[in-house]
């Protein structure tokens, strides 16, 4: 459950708002069985939050998951990165760990059979 893993109110009210909300648990329990530290779950927790803010501000919904990650992919290779500012913010939205994208599509292609399971984007 994501209140056992992610401890900012924040964070898991944007992730329950956003169009991961009904993988997120699942999302967040694959971490820790999958041997993930407390930091790491951390820092991907709030990455996908960033993610998913990312992905409603371009017009995308949970069903279009993996064209949000492809959209995604050429708009990072376009574009210059910009430093991390934990919480919503535009530009913090475009920062995007491209473990964190390998992970959660790892996750729900193992627990939900959603996703593809690449074994990892690269966003640059």
Known sequence: MLETHLRSPVT???LRAGPAADHVDAFADWLHSNG???TT???QLRSLASWTDWMLAAGF???HFLAAFEACKEMLQREERVR???GPNCQSALKIDQGSASNFDQAM???CGVGNGRS?????
């Open 84 to 86: 991390y500012h934990r």
């Open 109 to 111: 292609s193992a627990v």
């Open 12 to 14: 898991r009210e944007r």
């Open 41 to 43: 779950i951390n820092c």
């Open 61 to 63: 919904t949970a069903q």
């Open 120 to 124: 990892c984007y690269r966003f640059r």
């Open 36 to 38: 993930f530290t407390t």
